[in-house]
């Protein structure tokens, strides 16, 4: 972290420029305040920049004790006219995505030491270069590429062939095996496993053949990869994680799986094998998507939804079952089994209704 | 183990003593018997030590070839009836417990060898206690506290700044990352990952700008974390896991949750961020909690159920979706999509029957 | 991968020897062809060998660019009838399975190069067959048997007197700890966790005592077990994989669970423990098997279904809530809480009816 922190002034010119002037912010008070760290509002001490994105948190806002709230315009002069009195404000008209920018100027990650340490096993062949830093307990492998400025953390494992991007970060016990390729700004989370094998069988008189998976697993730029998430190689040709994607933890995609740029999945999530996701879609934390199907650009799936067959309309969509307090689950749920049954009854008693009226 | 195991006095005095007097029990039969070994009622052999918890089990202690056998009263009182020559009981109230009590003394967990092995690799600046454990490939960052008896196994990772409480244990390949906190008498199992950074994004002209995740996870005494279940570090402020939680397997805890001391969640739940969970809760498996959402104490969640809302009240929550031989769920299923109009048609036909009638 | 490839005529020989003659294939065209490469047939190049094994992909074939193309009769008298110059015909009863072990002979398991590297950790006690390879970084135990030709991948961890079988693998990052035992010629892919602690608690005053977890985990010969994947130890007693088990990635087997020979599970699926799965079962993506439970030899679970009572009975059994678009799926899923009421007021209507019929 900045030691001393940033200015108010130093922040916003700093977001202006990374954005090439997508996220021009005005100040409301004084811009040489300094601000050091990020806190909810409720929580924020003198030190620290919070921000308020969604009007049901003005009153917390108003009692704020944050040295700096980043604001959208509304909800600018909506704080102005109840109080005089407020902390300073910087106003944008995308108050989370410049809190986002500000919180990496503040707390920007670790600076990558360079260096092979002891106890690292690097291969012969291997090409490191030399800004990258490679942790003890770490294993690259022969013929694999670290780029600029990677970072492959205590115990984490690069297989032979494997490249890492530039400025990409292997978490301690990350595993990227052979032949796979991560872009550059990457991050991949402890535990996380990218290039395992397919599930790929064939039957044969009640036994499974083994299929060698022979392809990889391609990864964009800028893709972050959760803890203990899984990404299996293709059986033939590649699985493909296109850029910008980000996925929690503990995700599973199969075999030959791709994911459209910039899609976002939260933790438990399953993709089975060949389904093509789209761009810009966002899936629900649990959410399972089967086999061989297509979702569109701009796809959502809520949490707890099965995915059974392609969706090729942008859109919401839903499969989650209500839950509800133990004893009425029970009774509705019974009926669940005999829902065809009871609509052919009201399909009869329209009948007959009909028939007699 | 105890290499000849113990006499039934020496482990209901044992198990009294370590319970303040809770747990006391009355022997019928010889107090001389010894036992080394623990088995269910049905495979238990002459040095078994079994228990009867559930009077349905009632004829598998009566034909047991156990050693001995813990009872409630009321058991004991059934099957004294039934049988004169039964093996020596243990009679006591809660007769499970006091069978894992006795459990633990059979089977102590392993001594801590103290010192640290070559081929472990800790950091200049950490604490290592003289009587902890670090095994070959494990990794204890810089300024990490490690306590009194605790395991490090091997290829296990400490992080910078992190601290390990009195006599944890650390199994192989687990992960601690930087500036987490782990209280005393926990256990943390393979592959579990506690302080990846939690999934937060501010979407900007649709990317996603990373939100720095500069909270921790702190983990209250007596906790157990299962195998390859992952922790997220708060977002601002921390994730918290208070005293005596216990979690089984592949559960996924989201950045800022609190969850309450004494709650249990069996495998593969998800719990998505900054929601809040009371004390004494349990979670069945494969169970998913949104985010943002309280669930007051002693709230017991179904297997397969999403909880999509704050539950305030005490009780037991179901929301899993009935399963059927597939012919008979495909019928009723596609019912599921036309409930909307049923009902509808219901209501006519009730308003049609009320005009007519 | 062989370099120049293999013959059609070599590859037909071959694969008809080692399934002892069940799979013998006729050459329609030159059994001089040489293929070196896998692919699909839409991809498939002048080196690369494909497949038909689904009518629906005849188009496909006619207009394919592989070197040949295994198929089965009816497709082979379809496509002939169609077309006169088409590549080479591998003509077998199984084309699929065929093709796997074609495929196994074109991309062999890379060779296991003997020894222990530098940085490996063997405890002294331990017995490693001298064919038996052991990466730098990987751990065994006191006690532990290594088979011939086994490899340990980097980092991969085998606990104290575990045994692993002849011709296994153990992929970068595996556990396999204390007492556990792999059979011959399983593979254990990276993260994937083998006798950690079953979840074993008694309740007490509103505490959990643990129980000692003193089973192990027994794995049969020719198991693939998937990344990140765990398999608790039993409680008392062990718990057990059969042979030609095969577990996709995150899958969770509770404590003292049994599986029988050639079951197959997709990703993410949870065994809660003790349940018994027959032989020959398939189990969904993310599908939930509750605890105490016996499935029958041949039951099939549909993706995401929970099983909370036993199956006695082979068949395919679905659970899967209906997903709709987002709307939709509000109206009728509200419903779900009225069911009961529902039901009883199409019972009403048909009662008053019968009266006033």
């Known amino acids: 972290m900045a030691a001393d922190g940033l200015s108010l002034s130093e922040l916003t010119a700093a977001v202006e420029q990374r954005t090439g002037g997508r996220l021009a912010a005005t100040v409301i008070g004084s811009p040489a305040t300094r601000v050091s ?15 308020l994105a969604n009007p049901r948190y003005r009153p917390q806002a108003l009692s704020s004790r944050a040295a700096a709230i980043v604001v959208g315009p509304a909800d600018r002069d909506a704080l102005i006219t109840k109080k005089s009195a407020l902390p300073p404000l910087v106003v944008v008209d995308q108050p989370y995505a410049w809190f986002a920018h500000a919180a990496q100027l503040l707390h920007p990650a670790a600076e990558v030491a360079p260096g092979i340490a002891i106890g690292a096993h690097v291969a012969a062949g291997a090409r490191v270069d030399p800004s990258a830093c490679i942790e ?3 294993s690259v492998g ?7 400025r990677v970072w492959v953390g205590t115990g984490a494992v690069v297989g032979a062939r494997a490249l890492i991007g530039v400025d990409s970060r292997l978490y301690p016990r990350s595993v990227v095996l052979d032949d796979c390729r ?4 990457c991050i991949v989370h402890s535990g996380a496993v990218i290039g395992a094998d397919g599930f790929g069988f064939a039957p044969l008189d009640g036994r499974w053949i083994k299929i060698p998976q022979v392809g990889a697993v391609v990864v964009g730029d800028d893709v972050e990869i959760g803890a203990n998430t899984t990404i299996d190689r293709g059986t033939m040709g590649d699985t493909v994680i296109e850029d910008g994607v980000k996925l929690d933890n503990q995700i599973q995609i199969g075999h030959n799986v791709k994911v ?16 093509r996701i789209g761009r810009h879609c966002t899936i629900g934390a649990a959410a399972v998507i089967l086999g061989h199907l297509e979702l569109a650009d701009h796809v959502h799936v809520s949490a ?12 919401t969509y839903t499969g989650m079952f209500p839950f509800d307090e133990n004893r009425s689950w029970a009774k509705n749920t019974a009926v669940v089994r005999q829902l065809a049954r009871l609509l052919e009854r009201v399909r009869k008693l329209e009948a007959r209704e009909k028939k007699n009226g």
């Not at 760290?37 to 921000?51: R, T, V, Y």
């Open 37 to 51: 760290g990020l806190a909810p509002l409720a929580k924020a001490g003198a030190q620290d920049l919070s921000f």
């Open 142 to 148: 022969d013929g694999a590429e670290i780029g600029a």
């Open 136 to 138: 003890s307990g770490a």
């Open 260 to 275: 459209g740029a910039h899609t976002a999945m939260a933790g438990c999530v399953a993709v089975a094998g060949s389904a």
């Open 304 to 315: 707890g939804t099965v995915i059974s067959r392609s969706i090729l309309t942008a859109g």
């Open 182 to 185: 991560i872009g550059a700004r």
